[in-house]
């Protein structure tokens, strides 16, 4: 079994990233190296998000994230504060891990 941090760092990390980038581009028409600037990674990576060249477990991680949560953030990361990056993956890895352990204490 994963531990929690393996599964933020395969799962809910990439997830976040994937939805902040799809939004960033779409909604925002930011452009990839404005977006790998933000989020921290690689241009390349952002192509491959957009591209939807991504996991099919990622893709089922981020269809589990909190839209609201996210949401609430994107502006402020839009203008370029990255730290509201970071803020989204702690709250989705507690929230997304409480999910999961509740789900593992009822087997």
Do not use: W
């Not at 779409?26 to 060249?53: C, F, P, R, T």
């Not at 609430?72 to 891990?97: D, S, T, W």
């Amino acid at each position: 079994m994963a531990t929690v941090y393996e599964t933020a760092q395969k799962e809910i990390i990439p997830a976040v990233r994937l939805y902040i980038a799809k939004t960033l581009n779409e909604q925002y028409k930011m452009k990839q190296e404005n977006i790998a600037g933000i989020l921290g990674v690689a241009q390349a990576a952002v192509s491959k998000y957009l591209a939807g060249k991504y996991s099919e477990k990622i893709k089922k991680t981020e269809n589990m994230l909190s839209k609201d949560i996210l949401n609430r953030y994107l502006p402020k990361i839009a203008e370029g504060k990255r730290e509201y990056v970071n803020v989204c993956i702690c709250e989705m890895c507690q929230l997304l891990n409480s999910f999961k352990c509740s789900l593992n204490s009822t087997a």
